[in-house]
């Protein structure tokens, strides 16, 4: 019997990629894979978008290293830049690109000795304020970066939304505007939307988009469906019923007896738990796909199990396939996004928390 399985399309993937491409037609494509390709397996789906990619981004230099050992050539970025002055030297020998967003960075690599120019890409604080360089210090930045001689001639801009999904705020103009003053005239490629910018800011999309949630076709909000977009859910997360059990009314079930059958009905027991990475913090009523049917899941979520509600009149048997998320062998769905609302979270966060224990396939 199969326990906790995530199914990876990667033809969904690439037809993603395809999209990005369709949004973004007149930009280079930085695919987003840090978090294990936010727990898709990192190595695998680089791997299968490595002829439509032009290059990755990751946020520890680990990832990069692992991705250069697997015999990726493309650009590698580090999202964060390198965090000390440590990683320096392999930046330079496995010609990884680096954020700089601080000064402590600045200095770093003004002090290091390298066989090799280092590529950087500026990070501009265009109102996120968590990481980035401010507008009056960004020409002092550059200026000094430009003298560098660890620092390679051509040096590009970036910066990161924080309200994109809020069409109407006014905030993301206000990014877009502080953004394209950071940069000015220089001759300089530039990088500003993220998934939600290629969604819905054209006027971001620059030289390089960088797309991260909408490349594994999860929409960035739980409010629409990736599918609305005109993305392919690449994942599917799976287990078996293990157990079947008939209760009478008033049986508490699971631990704290936290939820007790209100008529007599059949529970179900699935090989999957937060020991997997579903949240155990999931509301009562949350669903799962049994034979195509949504089924509640009542009670605590266990560390490698889960109960549901299948109803008196079930017959759902042992072994049947069990769907947390995506889609089952006849094409019925189960949309991440409609988890993510029933939890609380958002689809990244699902997706993430996925454990080593989970058997990953590729199709
Ligand atoms: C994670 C990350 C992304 C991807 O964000 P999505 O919302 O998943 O598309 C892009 N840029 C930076 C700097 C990031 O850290």
């Not at 050992?69 to 390198?82: R, T």
């Not at 005239?185 to 949630?213: C, M, Q, T, Y």
């Amino acid at each position: 019997m199969k326990t906790a399985t995530a199914t990876i399309a990667l033809s969904a993937l690439q037809h993603n990629l395809q999209r990005v491409k369709q949004l973004a037609p007149n930009s280079k494509i930085l695919v987003i894979v840090k978090a294990n390709a936010y727990g898709h397996g990192m190595e695998r789906v680089a791997e299968a978008v490595q002829p439509q990619a032009d290059g990755y981004g990751v946020a520890r230099l680990a990832e990069a290293l692992v991705l250069r050992a697997q015999g990726i050539e493309k650009p590698i970025l580090l999202l964060e830049g390198f965090f000390s002055a440590d990683d320096l030297p392999h930046l330079a020998q496995q010609n990884i690109e680096t954020v700089i967003h601080s000064e402590y960075q600045l200095q770093a690599l003004e002090s290091a000795v390298l066989d090799r120019k280092i590529k950087v890409w500026l990070k501009i604080d265009s109102g996120m304020h968590r990481l980035g360089v401010e507008l009056p210090q960004v020409a002092e930045f550059y200026r000094r970066l430009q003298a560098c001689v660890n620092v390679q001639p051509q040096i590009n801009f970036v910066s990161h939304f924080s309200r994109a999904e809020e069409l109407a705020c006014g905030y993301s103009e206000k990014q877009l505007h502080n953004f394209n003053q950071a940069v000015g005239n220089k001759s300089a490629e530039r990088s500003l939307a993220a998934s939600n910018g290629i969604l819905f800011w054209p006027e971001s999309h620059f030289d390089w988009v960088r797309p991260g949630i909408i490349f594994y076709g999860i929409s960035p909000t739980n409010e629409h469906l990736a599918t609305e977009y005109g993305l392919q859910p690449a994942m599917t997360l799976s287990s078996s019923l293990i157990a079947v059990r008939e209760l009478v009314r008033g049986e508490p079930v699971g631990y704290g007896g936290a939820w007790v059958s209100q008529q007599a009905t059949k529970i179900g027991v699935i090989a999957l738990g937060y020991g997997d990475g579903y949240p155990r913090d999931v509301p009562s009523g949350t669903p799962v796909l049994i034979n195509g049917q949504r089924v509640p899941i009542v009670g605590k979520v266990s560390m490698d199990m889960i109960t549901v509600d299948l109803g008196a009149d079930s017959t759902a048997q042992v072994g049947d396939e069990v769907i947390f998320w995506g889609e089952d062998p006849q094409g019925n769905a189960l949309p991440i996004e409609e988890v993510a609302r029933h939890v609380g979270v958002i689809s990244y966060e699902l997706v993430t928390k996925i454990t080593p224990r989970v058997i990953m396939e590729y199709r």
